[in-house]
């Protein structure tokens, strides 16, 4: 029977945001070297991706308790991110806030209170042709 085998489950949650990628330890011209336009503040209508492992309850048939998942990833990440300057976001202090970067730092901030089930993927989609995937610090 496979019935015990784990499952991935991923949610998809959209924010918006400004930052400047900037590294503070360069100069005005090295960053502007380094990142091009992107030195200069600017936005993006971000979709973070967050997938969670799990073996589904045979009770409910569920890997992953949705609404629990929601309201962390809401809490602890979405509320956090949305409208604000990447750079002023508390959790996101001394990040230079590349899709790299930002994937890294919501793994940190989300594996730690994870409801229900095992953080296996962190996404980060800043644009069409940018898309950011991060499996954890043992992957």
């Not at 496979?2 to 991935?8: H, L, T, W």
């Not at 901030?109 to 980060?124: C, D, F, N, Y």
């Amino acid at each position: 029977m496979i019935e015990n085998r784990e499952v991935d489950v991923t949610r998809v949650y959209h924010f918006s945001a400004a930052h400047q990628l900037a590294n503070p330890a360069r100069p005005a011209a090295e960053n502007a070297a380094l990142y091009g336009a992107c030195h200069r503040a600017h936005g993006h209508n971000y979709y973070l991706e967050v997938t969670v492992a799990g073996a589904p309850d045979p009770r409910t048939g569920m890997a992953v308790d949705l609404e629990a998942l929601d309201g962390h990833v809401r809490r602890t990440v979405i509320d956090q991110v949305d409208h604000a300057k990447l750079e002023d976001v508390p959790a996101l202090a001394g990040v230079i806030t590349t899709g790299e970067s930002l994937a890294r730092a919501f793994w940190r901030t989300l594996a730690p209170g994870l409801p229900t089930g095992r953080l296996s993927r962190i996404t980060v989609v800043e644009t069409a042709k940018n898309r950011f995937e991060y499996r954890g610090e043992d992957a």
